[in-house]
């Protein structure tokens, strides 16, 4: 089952032609990953960064912008794992609008050691929860 | 021959991790075409937004992030068209600091009319150049 | 009364220090006064900037920073007229995170004709919603 | 002797109205502090964050937009030290296009350990440069 979450076009993420300027694309996907994590997975960006000094940087993403998304439309946001690896997880997020689909993104990041830079091993407990969500 | 431009690495563009947060690198991305279409295509996006009606949405893009940029870093980009269509355009973008790749990206936009918001055909003199520019 | 609304602190407000990097906070005062518009004015930025070409810039800001956010704060925000002028508004905003406040603005912004970008009066129904609001 | 750098108004800077939005005006002048550190100041963000530990977090801010700013403007950006104090600094900062102000902001920043979150004394090298760029 996706995890779905909605997010709101604002005045901050349009350009000149009032649409989404798609880099605020990659901000409210962030903010959709990061709900996930703190809903889903139980462990939110505060714990990892600033207690435990882990982090899940990005590092592909491959996306399709299918239409514009104007000033004041209500997205929604659909996420689900496609992939866990040992230390790696893949994701599928789309975003639609109504009936309209908006953006489909695939999306792979790692878990990594902030001091080191490394990618570890999930934790069992994570891994344990991406595991169940996987489609 | 590539089009290069370099970037620093600012504070806005770092995360509590202290390494670029991946939205800030397609602010310079845009920011790397926006220069492009200035100084090669010879159109600037102030001609083509206000006074022609005319932009180049972005509606896909593959992207790898090789290693993390930090703060304080140079980075060299390098963008090089790979295919025009009638109405589209396909560029592979790197950026690097020193030895070191980055990211790689390859983005595809549209030229579009923006009052319909329907793609159309480059104009002749865009075309000739973007044409030239071809790897 | 004031109108109060809420804003989570994100990871893609946050700096190197893992604090709300300053800017970001102006992204939140701006949502803030966007959903002031929709909800207590009740006229929203779409109809105002897509549908009338009328918008409210922002003409000048005091903000004093009490204390530094922190990644997954809750924020509450504090909204309240404080004057009403022919074409102008002031508002005092405040920002919270459980007893330390945070942020304290005052800003003043002015409802201007997008087309000749010329100041106008407020059309009487948004000015009556706007002086009800008045502290 | 202010010191002067320049900035371009970027697509990303913009908004539906195609002007600057002013959030994106305070990374600019953000970027502009951090240009002055690095080369009047002679320490710059990366030495401060990541070497040393410390920052230089704004804690209060007056700005005025005297007029908007447009894709493609050219900005320039006057800076100069108005105080220092044993912890803080006082700046004033201007930006103008050709002979037009665009903005003028006072800003205060505090010299900051980042691990206390406490302000410090200005380390004597730094002190120095700063008092002698006073106005």
Redesign the interface.
Known sequence: MPYITRRKV???H??????V????Y??MI??VV?DFFAEVVEV???AM??ERHV?V?????????HA?S???DELEFNLVPTAVGSTSLTLSIHARCEDETRLSCRLTLVFVD?DS?RPIPWPDAMRQRLVTELS
């Open positions: 604002r005045f901050q349009c350009d000149p032609a009032a649409i300027f798609y880099p605020r990659f901000e962030n903010s990061e939110d960006f505060r960064h600033v982090g940087p990005t590092v592909s993403l491959e996306t399709r912008f514009p104007r000033l004041g902030m830079g």
